[in-house]
């Protein structure tokens, strides 16, 4: 029988790890017992790889003679090595021998990075970016409105929240990072007037309207409020549809994924509950009962269907302007969609976060799931591959939510205990996300804030994905930050500059590094030292830097706070709306700060 350690080292739980203060913290017995039940393992080394990730012209030797069924259906045969006219993708090989089969996936090995690239971007909260013509929250006709004044402006881009979709229910679930699913959108940022038909129904959706637009009149966001206007609004349209061949073409695209989620969202507001505690023939998307609640609730599916279609249509007009760097969150809610679609590939029992720090004593539980790394690996990769995929839909790049959980992820088991490290197979990860990124032509950028072991970084500039450097966070002047990387002074998570500036947001040690390696001076008014700092970022070799809307507004609060309930968190409005922008003196100056 194999020992507990090596069993645990065998399925990529980790002995340990370094803490920020760089003492060894060992994972317990318990704990580690705990995550192995969690990946169903028994007292054997886990399963050999059904997935072989390789890098095109790289050799590869294949022990006999092998048929390759490739992705787009052709049949090819290969011994000793690879047919060097295989393309890119994802194919199947199977061993002649003895008929084993496998996942092949050939990859690029890096990500898209235009060696020309060096531009700028503002930050964008789509949330709070309201116009005079939103219903209490900005949407996909603001993002486009941004877009188009931005691109005056000479921007590169614009780096825009998560816009995955929620639970469909309320309270509407406030943080763009817990979604119910990852490969759809958020129906609350679509623009009603803009829908197909809404000219048409003008009259009767006015009131619906007028109080929509009231919303905007507090600036704390009020989701539940918003949504069940546009719902109402948005079925009124729906039962007047008559079709369309883009919808077509869109479902015919989407397939069976959205089908699944939109099936998810009828079951939901069918039962009023968590997916767990449905019916039990309702538990898994494969289900005959399933199948047969489609059928009856055709109507009710087709909506959620017809709702994704119109926000990839709004959110592509948007991107004609200019295209958005997108985020993807590290993982989903538990009682989401993702999580019932995807439930056969992820841990159960298990949510994600982060191991004690100074930042957090007692250490994070993010409450969020993410894939188990045997299954992935067992099933080609494919939630990861499809999860991507849809982020890069209509995107100049992805921004990537904790990037270092490509190399690892701090488990933590249901029920409280400490937690501990998995490893994830980072090459054949980083492999699907170069193919991915190579399709959408799209720019990756790893967020890799906080503790990171010494060769991720390495291995993500090797494989071009841009690094992300804050001011708040680094010991050095914006000259000597890395070429491949994106500059910004803050996140959603942390102080704004005028927090900071004005100490309504106060800590001692961003301000010494904004006074030291951000040129402010005191004295200086939140503009001054916004443009000096900015102009510091500019001048700095990282080929993309990015300021938030609240920066150049003077906003002193935060988005973000994390750890805590705060009801503004995710939930202030800027405090002007984005007709205004323009006209905005602070605005403008610092867009000329930061063009390159």
Not at 100 to 128: F, K, M, N, S
Not at 177 to 195: A, G
Not at 227 to 248: E, I, V
Request: proline fraction near 8%.
């Amino acid at each position: 029988m194999i020992g507990r350690a090596e069993l645990a080292s065998a399925w990529g739980v980790e002995s340990g790890y370094h803490a920020i203060s760089g003492d060894w913290v060992p994972t317990s017995d318990e704990t580690a017992d705990r995550l192995l039940h969690a990946m169903g393992a028994r007292d054997q080394g886990p399963p050999s790889s059904a997935t072989l990730v390789h890098r095109a012209g790289d050799p590869l030797q294949l022990p006999g003679e092998h048929e390759i069924r490739t992705e787009d259906g052709n049949v090819l045969r290969a011994e000793a090595c690879l047919p060097e006219d295989l393309p890119l993708g994802y194919h199947r090989i199977r061993r002649l021998a003895d008929g084993e089969e496998r996942h092949l996936i050939l990859t690029p090995g890096h990500c898209h990075l235009p060696d020309d690239l060096r531009g700028w971007a503002w930050a964008v909260q789509l949330y709070a970016a309201r116009s005079r013509a939103s219903w209490g929250i900005g949407d996909l006709a603001d993002l486009r409105e941004l877009a188009r004044w931005g691109r005056r402006q000479g921007a590169t881009t614009l780096l825009v929240n998560p816009l995955h979709a929620p639970l469909p229910t309320v309270p509407q679930e406030p943080s763009p990072y817990f979604p119910s699913t990852r490969l759809y959108r958020n129906p609350l940022y679509l623009r009603v007037e803009e829908v197909p038909g809404a000219e048409r129904l003008a009259s009767e959706l006015e009131p619906l309207a007028r109080a929509g637009r009231g919303l905007n009149d507090e600036r704390e966001i009020d989701r539940d409020r918003a949504w069940g206007l546009k719902d109402a609004a948005l079925r009124t349209l729906y039962d007047a549809f008559g079709g369309d061949p883009g919808l077509d073409a869109y479902l015919r695209r989407e397939g069976e994924a959205l089908r699944d989620y939109a099936t998810f969202c009828a079951i939901t507001r069918e039962h009023r509950a968590p997916w767990r505690a449905w019916p039990e023939e309702l538990r898994h998307p494969r289900g005959a009962a399933v199948e047969r609640f489609r059928r009856v609730h055709e109507h009710e599916v087709g909506y959620h269907q017809w709702l994704q279609w119109l926000l990839d249509r709004q959110l592509g007009e948007a991107a004609r302007e200019l295209p958005p760097l997108t985020d993807l969150a590290v993982g989903v809610d538990p009682d989401g969609a993702d999580a019932w679609l995807w439930q056969d590939h992820l841990a159960p029992g298990i949510s994600v976060g982060a191991p004690p720090d100074p930042f957090a004593p007692e250490g994070q539980d993010w409450s969020v799931q993410a894939f188990d790394p045997w299954k992935m690996s067992r099933d080609g990769y494919q939630p990861f591959a499809r999860t991507v995929r849809a982020a890069l839909d209509h995107a100049f790049g992805l921004r990537l939510d904790h990037v270092m959980g490509l190399f690892r992820l701090y488990w933590v088991p249901t029920g409280g205990g400490p937690g501990g490290y998995v490893r994830y197979p980072s090459s054949d990860l980083l492999g699907v996300l170069a193919l991915e990124s190579m399709r959408a032509k799209a720019v990756v950028v790893g967020e890799d804030l906080g503790t990171v072991e010494d060769h991720v970084r390495e291995e993500l500039s090797h494989r071009r994905v841009l690094s992300y450097r804050l001011l708040w966070f680094e010991d050095r002047s914006p000259a000597d930050y890395p070429r491949d990387a994106l500059a910004a002074l803050t996140t959603h998570d942390l102080p704004t500059l005028s927090g900071i500036w004005t100490g309504a947001d106060p800590d001692p040690a961003i301000e010494k590094r904004l006074l030291r390696y951000g040129g402010a001076r005191l004295g200086e008014s939140v503009e001054e030292a916004a443009l000096t700092a900015y102009a510091a970022l500019a001048a700095s070799p990282c080929r993309l830097v990015a300021a938030p809307l609240e920066d150049a507004l003077e906003v002193s609060e935060r988005p973000n706070r994390p750890g805590t309930r705060e009801a503004t968190n995710w939930s202030l409005a800027l405090p002007v709306p984005v007709e205004e922008l323009e006209a905005d003196g602070r605005t403008a100056d610092l867009a000329r700060t930061l063009r390159r």
